[in-house]
């Protein structure tokens, strides 16, 4: 049988939509390596270092900038986001699939990447909130993030939802089990491209 080359599932969605859950399935299930980002924020409680986030400092973070370590980075509510290029390339390489749970800046960088192993590997997710007074409801509903906070979050993410037409697939959540099942068919489906066979 043909060995293939692992797919780069790129999801993008705003904060509340649940995008981070279903990237974090994926990998609890073993269907996906999640993409561990580096960031400049402070982790919140119960996030471990080098398991939710790389948390490194404003100056190593563009040391790692300067030296083209980073797939993509962006600057997201005040805080720099990136993905480590390497450790991406190593897993596909190897045949394994690689989920990034990552912003709209970031996934308009992934698909602007001219690396072809990037290009080859990439397929890319927007995951919406079934309606506006969901969002908010879920982003209050969190209880780590103050009412100035989840204003912000809420007008960033009136924003990112305007960016879904970039994307190669639309998911309005519904359920955490409905949407998973469909994440889960996505990836299913890219995994038999004959364009991934080596």
């Not at 040391?63 to 390339?89: I, Q």
Request: net charge neutral; glycine share 8%.
């Amino acid at each position: 049988m043909s060995a293939r080359t692992g797919v780069l599932l790129v999801v993008s969605g705003p904060s509340g939509s649940g995008k981070t859950t279903l990237c974090r399935r994926l990998a609890a299930d073993r269907a996906a390596h999640y993409s561990i980002s580096c960031t400049t924020r402070q982790p919140r409680p119960g996030e471990r270092a080098d398991h939710d986030y790389h948390f490194v400092s404003g100056e190593e973070f563009a040391a790692r900038v300067a030296a083209g370590e980073f797939l993509e980075h962006a600057l997201v509510h005040g805080h720099h986001y990136g993905t480590l290029r390497a450790e991406v390339l190593g897993y596909l390489a190897a045949g394994r699939d690689v989920v990034m749970d990552i912003d709209v800046q970031g996934a308009a960088q992934v698909r602007a990447c001219a690396d072809p192993a990037i290009q080859r590997a990439r397929v890319d997710l927007f995951v919406m909130p079934p309606s506006e007074a969901e969002l908010r409801a879920r982003l209050a509903g969190r209880g780590t993030d103050s009412a100035e906070t989840i204003a912000l979050r809420m007008n960033n993410a009136l924003e990112e939802m305007r960016h879904w037409p970039s994307y190669t697939y639309r998911l309005v959540s519904g359920t955490c089990e409905e949407d998973y099942a469909r994440v889960k068919a996505l990836l299913t489906a890219e995994q038999l491209r004959v364009s991934r066979l080596t």
